[in-house]
T-cell receptor, first 115, second 111 residues
Framework: SAVISQKPSRDICQRGTSLTIQCQVDSQVTMMFWYRQQPGQSLTLIATANQGSEATYESGFVIDKFPISRPNLTFSTLTVSNMSPEDSSIYLC????????????FGPGTRLTVL | AQSVTQPDIHITVSEGASLELRCNYSYGATPYLFWYVQSPGQGLQLLLKYFSGDTLVQGIKGFEAEFKRSQSSFNLRKPSVHWSDAAEYFCAVGGGNKLVFGAGTILRVKS
């Protein structure tokens, strides 16, 4: 499976600011995904990011709030904009892999606290 | 619509005892099913997956799961739990394009 790293691992931010989270993969992958895990909750898909095209957002998530870049096949960023305490969550990126490309592998996550 | 139900929010077992975590799913076609584990402060690690074939699948760390189509279930089992198994376990359905996760089951292991 791919090795996935995320930066930063955690951060504490002030209300109204923005934070960009980086996701780096050690091999080229077609699809990358961004998830949010709110405190005590399960994972919810924010968007799917394919290289060379606009990210596809799930219901309830918008590009203005969560802009995503995918400049190449090994890297993606998620920005959490104009943050509020409700954005305090763990943000995880994942990639598909495995023999059939149907398995998702996850990064270690970025723990964000908004004050 | 796809959905996953993990009926147990918390489970406590004694070290050395057997474990079964329940997962029920709703999916319109033949599902791809996954179990992930999340240790405190960590990301998700894939334990095992089912795509087709043998309905009993083996995973890492001594875990196994059984797919039962008639019951729409994919329960996770381990014959003897170790203290290091204490974590949160997520069942998920879907595939490469989209995963839908259950709410998770927190496993506590008592010595």
């Amino acid at each position: 499976s791919a090795v996935i790293s995320q930066k930063p691992s955690r951060d504490i931010c002030q209300r109204g600011t923005s934070l960009t989270i980086q996701c780096q993969v050690d091999s080229q992958v077609t699809m990358m995904f961004w998830y949010r895990q709110q405190p005590g909750q399960s994972l919810t898909l924010i968007a799917t990011a394919n290289q060379g095209s606009e990210a596809t957002y799930e219901s309830g998530f918008v590009i203005d709030k969560f802009p995503i870049s995918r400049p190449n096949l090994t890297f993606s960023t998620l920005t959490v904009s104009n943050m509020s305490p409700e954005d305090s969550s763990i943000y995880l990126c994942s990639v598909t892999g495995g023999p059939t490309g149907d398995t998702q592998y996850f990064g270690p996550g970025t723990r964000l606290t908004v004050l | 619509a796809q959905s996953v139900t993990q009926p147990d929010i918390h489970i406590t077992v004694s070290e050395g005892a057997s474990l079964e975590l329940r997962c029920n799913y709703s999916y319109g076609a033949t599902p791809y099913l996954f179990w992930y584990v999340q240790s405190p402060g960590q990301g998700l690690q894939l334990l095992l997956k089912y795509f087709s074939g043998d309905t009993l699948v083996q995973g890492i760390k001594g875990f196994e799961a059984e797919f039962k189509r008639s019951q729409s279930s994919f329960n996770l089992r381990k014959p003897s739990v170790h203290w290091s198994d204490a974590a949160e376990y997520f069942c998920a359905v879907g595939g490469g394009n989209k995963l839908v996760f259950g709410a998770g089951t927190i496993l506590r292991v008592k010595s």
